[in-house]
DNA sequence: CTAATTTCTTAGGCCAGACTAAGTTCTTTT
DNA sequence: AAAAGAACTTAGTCTGGCCTAAGAAATTAG
C-alpha cells in the first residue's frame, strides 16, 4: 500500500474541500482537473486502502488515517510556502505554485529543519494555520470580509492563496493577514464594498470580499 | 514530447555514465536499478525523441538535445546538495538522497533563487562541478587517489556521493574536498595504502582509494 | 573456428492513473 | 407522481513505466 503522489494530492484536496463533511466527487474532480470518472476510481481504491469512507452517489469522508495523510502533506505545503518567503525571496502569489511540486517530495528532516529555521511557525504567508507535527490544525474563528457589518471593523486572517492574479491586487490593496479593515459601505443589488485599510480606502466586489477572511478587529497578538 | 522524471532520471545516469562515449544497456540498468529490457524499452523512446542515439546491442549516446536536459538536472541536483548543506546544515552523507527527489520539480526560480543565496558556486559539497545555467559542466583534471606514486602528494578534489557510508567514513578520515593527503605506501597484493591527511596516518583500502579523486598537490586556490 | 557464455532485445503482461461514451441514480420541476 | 435535468458511476481504452520469460546477437573460451 504505497502512498504516491497522486493520493496525496486527493486525500489533501478531499480534507480542505470537506473539513468534517461529505465531500461530492465533482467538487473534486473540479479541483483536481481531472474527469469525474477518475475521481470515482481513485476513491473506490482509496476506500479499499480505508482512508476514506465511500458511499456510491453520496460523497467521501476521510478516515483518521486518511486524515492523517492529508494534514501531512498541508503541512508540508504551508512551511514551504512561508519557507519560500522568507528565506528565498518569493512573493506572496508565487509561494503556492512551487509548494504544490515540493511537497510531495521533501523528507520528514527537510521538514523539521525548515520548520526549526522558522521558528516553528503557525501559519503561511496567506495566514492559513499550519498542522502541527502531530497532526492537529489550529482551529480558527473567521468569517468572510463580506458577512462584516457596515460600520464594522476587523481583522484581515487570511486570504485565498491560489490565483496569483487575485494576490497581486489583494497586496495592492492592502490585504495582509493582521491588516485592519472597516466596511464603510455596501452597495445594494450585489454591488461592491467600499472599505478602509490604513489610510486608503477602495472599492471591492463581493466576489474578492468572499476570498477575504477576518475576525474581530484588533489583533490579540502583533 | 513531455520530459518526465523518469527522463530525467535516465538522461542525467547516461550522461554521467558517459562522460563523452558510448553507454551499455546494462550498466544504465544497474544504476537506475531497473531491469535490462525496461532500459531497452526506454531508450527507443528516447531515440524517437532525438535525445540520443541508439543502435542495437551497441549501446547508446546522448545527443546535444539530450545532454542539454542531463546537464540542467545535474545543475539542479548539486546546488541543491550544496544549498542543503550551507542554508539547512544537512550533513554531507545525506544531501544526495534528498537532492536526488528535489532536482526534478524545482522551477528555474528556485533553482535561481538558491544559486544566488550560495553565490553562484561552482562545487558541490562532495568537490563535483556545477554546470553552468547555459549547460557547461567546467572539465577539471583528476585522478584517483590510487594513481598517486608513493611518496607523492596530492590535494583531494571530489568524492563518490552515493554511498552514506562510505562518506561518513571518508569524514572520519579527514577526506574533504581541498586536503591535503599523502601517499606514504602502497601494500603489494592489492593491500591498502598507507596515507597521511593532515597530522593522522590512515590505513585505506583500494577500492576506497578508487572513490577518491584528486589532483596534484598545493592548491592554486584557498 | 566452433561452442559456451554473456549481453541485449523481443514478446507479452501488469499496474497506476488518466480519458470518453454510455448508462444509473438522485434531485428538481411541473 | 411523472418527467426532465443534474450528478455520479460503469464500461471500455490509452499511455507511461515497469516486469519476467524466451530468443537473438555479440563476445569469450576451448
Ligand atoms: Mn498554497
Ligand atoms: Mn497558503
Ligand atoms: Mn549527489
Ligand atoms: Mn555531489
Do not use: C, N
Not at 468534517?20 to 467538487?27: H, P
Not at 490585504?175 to 445594494?188: D, R
Amino acid at each position: 500500500m504505497v502512498i504516491t503522489q497522486a493520493i496525496e494530492d486527493y486525500l489533501k484536496t478531499i480534507y480542505l474541500l470537506g473539513q468534517g463533511g461529505e465531500v461530492a466527487t465533482s467538487a473534486i474532480a473540479l479541483k483536481l482537473k481531472v474527469s469525474p470518472p477518475s475521481v470515482t476510481g481513485m476513491v473506490k481504491k482509496l476506500a479499499e486502502m480505508k482512508l476514506l469512507r465511500y458511499t456510491r452517489y453520496q460523497g467521501v469522508e476521510l478516515t483518521p488515517a486518511g486524515e492523517k495523510i492529508a494534514l501531512e502533506v498541508v503541512r508540508h505545503h504551508r512551511l514551504l510556502e512561508l519557507y519560500l518567503q522568507e528565506a528565498l525571496g518569493y512573493p506572496w502569489d508565487k509561494v503556492h505554485e512551487e509548494a504544490e511540486k515540493l511537497e510531495h517530495v521533501i523528507s520528514e528532516e527537510f521538514e523539521d529543519r525548515i520548520a526549526e529555521a522558522l521558528g516553528w511557525p503557525e501559519t503561511d504567508p496567506h495566514g492559513h494555520p499550519i498542522p502541527t507535527k502531530d497532526g492537529v490544525l489550529p482551529a480558527v474563528a473567521v468569517r468572510e470580509l463580506l458577512a462584516v457589518e457596515t460600520g464594522q471593523s476587523a481583522t484581515v486572517r487570511q486570504v485565498s492563496d491560489g490565483d496569483p492574479g487575485m494576490l497581486r491586487y489583494l497586496a495592492s490593496l492592502g490585504f495582509f493577514p493582521g491588516a485592519t479593515v472597516q466596511v464603510l459601505e455596501k452597495a445594494p443589488f450585489e454591488g461592491p464594498l467600499r472599505v478602509r485599510v490604513g489610510e486608503a480606502e477602495h472599492a471591492v466586489g463581493r466576489e474578492l470580499a468572499r476570498h477575504v477572511l477576518v475576525s474581530a478587529a484588533t489583533p490579540a497578538e502583533v
